[in-house]
């Protein structure tokens, strides 16, 4: 059985662009959840889809956006990237229920 | 809100002695769930073992075993015949029973475990 993928693993941009992150689920799973991992703020929620709905948000400025598809595929975007938006973005998806996550190996971004 | 709390930066075991990792929360819930997770170098964040709340007896799987201690809202991770392989950071998470709530995590600042051989 596939696991979570994440796509690309590593990325570089430039502060002003904007980059758009990828998560393929479980097959099955149609909760992907979005988090930011960083050494000062820790594992932050960013949001949450469900059936192509986002269904619960973080405090996370409208810079940080997504979307989920019909084959239960999310995509995340960042607009206007600051430097404090360099992270490790994971990506996790769920039967729901709270029978646990399975999460992606990340997408490790690099704003300079 | 929910806040969890992970007060042990690090901890250091000996190969094959047992370690227990601490996790505190605070919710005025009575029905959650709460969870830990490995995050080994490769970054997967991996479902080590989890817990309902309704449920009195502690999880376990395998060396890991919790104790949950519901009215002292503390959830502590048990890893016996500790092995290299356990080294990881370890994060203890928590989300809500409420299905409106989604399946958001909240996670602790996490503890790094360092395994000497």
């Known amino acids: 059985k596939a696991g979570v993928t994440q796509t690309p693993r590593y990325l570089i941009k430039t502060r002003g662009q904007q980059v758009t992150l990828s998560c393929s689920p479980i097959?099955?799973?149609?909760?992907v959840s979005w988090y930011q991992q960083t050494p000062g703020q820790g594992l932050q929620f960013l949001f949450e889809y469900f059936s192509e709905t986002q269904r619960n948000k973080g405090n996370f400025p409208g810079r940080f956006s997504g979307r989920q598809f019909s084959n239960s595929r999310s995509e995340m975007n960042v607009s206007t990237l600051e430097l404090g938006d360099s992270a490790l973005y994971l990506c996790?998806?769920?039967?729901?229920?709270?029978?646990?996550?399975?999460f992606g190996s990340g997408t490790r971004l690099t704003v300079v | 809100a929910q806040t969890v709390t992970q007060s042990q930066p690090e901890m250091s075991v000996q190969e094959a002695e047992t370690v227990t990792l601490s996790c505190t929360y605070d919710?005025?819930?009575?029905?959650?769930?709460l969870f830990w997770y490995k995050q080994p170098p490769s970054r997967q964040m991996i479902l080590v073992i989890r817990?309902?709340?309704?449920?009195?007896q502690n999880a376990t799987e395998n060396r890991f075993s919790v104790n949950f201690q519901k009215a002292a809202k503390s959830f502590s991770l048990k890893i016996s015949d500790s092995q290299l392989g356990d080294a990881a950071m370890y994060f203890c998470?928590?989300?809500?029973?409420?299905?409106?709530?989604?399946?958001?995590?909240?996670f602790g600042g996490g503890t790094r475990v360092l395994v000497k051989p």
């Open positions: 919710t005025s819930e009575s029905d959650y769930y």
């Open positions: 097959s099955g799973h149609r909760s």
């Open positions: 998470a928590y989300r809500r029973e409420i299905k409106a709530a989604g399946n958001k995590l909240t």
């Open positions: 817990q309902e709340a309704y449920k009195q």
């Open positions: 996790a998806s769920s039967l729901g229920g709270g029978r646990g996550y399975t």
